[in-house]
């Protein structure tokens, strides 16, 4: 909205053409961002203690996660709405990228507030069946996938795939063979539509298993959208991605918003969500902010990438990868308990310290990718 005022005002009112900067909206879509989720999170506190909104604990789980029961849920229709508001405000709503990772991020939220619903409804925890998210996961990212297909048929976006350290090598995930023939174009794209289905499935359930301690998933979030930040802002410069060699994107540059309201809203979250926790974000936000990260770096093409700015994410969807593929081939657990920061708990360390060391690891694993952007 606002960058609307700069195009029919700056002539009239020079301090508007500090609109068109990416970095001023940007800082000011943070700023937004983390006012708004600061001043309405004791709002949406109170509401939902008044609705009974509650959080109920998995029996299998820590036994000293009991005393966390009833603490309120569904915080995560702050984390974004506070990203949706000021990305609307600051961001120039012509760009075709801003309303496709918006849709995405509120199409995994739906997916998490329904889970969300059914757990409070039932007063268990117990959501949505596996296999039901499962699916709607798919559909959504399914539905991405051929939006980015359909803007690389007109040369708005690109296939290839960028290897981090080697800045020559951008193979394409097309079918050559099939371009030949207009009825086979669906089948051309099919490795790059599975590609992009992995990248949000995964990165959407694996920000939702490390949401297990207080802070903790919010955190790794935060890092990980500042690393994203930065990443999205070097693709959309030109000068910026000819010097460290990357393809420039022009048009992704107004993601930098984004992930900069990404940033401050959940900046402003963690504010009330750190230990010890007055709020939960439950599936809508874990969902939501996963599959958001995701979209965004399959868009600036740093998929394989998000392994490193996601580090802690990934680790802990491993830790359930291995632990469940152990139990079913050898009838033996690696892990105390899955995912991995409940294995550290019943070692016996302190939640608070648990967290605190998986922020570092997660800000060491942002860091290393971001020097990737020179090592190549």
Known sequence: MFYYLYLRFHTSFHLLNLFRYITFRTAYASLTALLLSLLLGPWLIRKLTEFQIRQYI?????????AKAG?????GVLIVLCIVLPTLLWADLSNVFVWLILGVTLAFAAIGFQDDYQKVRRRRNLGMTGRTKLLLQMLV??????ALMLLAATGYYSTDL???FFKRIHPD???PCLLHHR???PLAYSPFLAFVMLVLMGSSNAVNLTDGLDGLAIGCVIIAASALTVLTYVAGHAVLSNYLELEHQPRVGELT????????????FLWYNAYPAEIFM???GSLALGGAIAAVAVVIKQELLLPFIGGIFVVEALSVILQVVSYKTRGKRIFRMAPLHHHFELLGWRESKIIARFWIAALVFALFALTTLKLR
Not at 71 to 75: A, I, L, R
């Open 183 to 185: 009825w086979t174009y």
């Open 173 to 175: 995930f097309l079918i």
């Open 141 to 146: 990212s399914f539905l991405f996938g051929v």
């Open 162 to 164: 960028t290897f981090p």
């Open 282 to 284: 439950g599936d809508v």
């Open 58 to 66: 998995r029996e299998e789980g820590p036994a000293s996660h009991q």
């Open 71 to 75: 603490t309120p849920t569904m915080g």
């Open 257 to 268: 918003i984004f992930c900069g309201a990404m940033v401050g809203s959940s900046l402003g």
